[in-house]
């Protein structure tokens, strides 16, 4: 079942894309999220690791409309959902979690 996140405030960043999307990996589920550039509003939901939640996954950023998601490389916990969003026409790619601790240092 999805699981809405709280999150909270607006974040204040440069964005090349007007609507983009994140996802985080775990084992068991994802926390996936949705940046409107615009407005700098920030929503996210959690996900299980099945199928039917990755379906459910790509509805959500498609209905948002949105333009880019980017998602961990964790392990190889990012496959089933990188598969089916990119099966569901959902532009995604893959990012590899050491990079961005480094880019942020």
Aim: charged fraction near 20%.
């Amino acid at each position: 079942m999805v699981r809405r996140v709280r999150v909270s405030g607006k974040a204040q960043v440069h964005a090349r894309h007007l609507v983009t999307g994140g996802c985080d990996t775990e084992k068991n589920f994802i926390v996936a999220a949705i940046y409107h550039a615009e407005t700098g509003s920030l929503e996210a939901q959690e996900f299980r690791q099945h199928q039917v939640d990755a379906l459910r996954a790509a509805e959500w950023f498609l209905s948002q409309k949105v333009e880019l998601v980017v998602i961990e490389s964790t392990a190889n916990y990012h496959l089933l959902y990188y598969d089916t969003l990119r099966q569901q026409g959902v532009n995604i790619t893959v990012i590899n979690p050491m990079v961005v601790k480094s880019l942020l240092r």
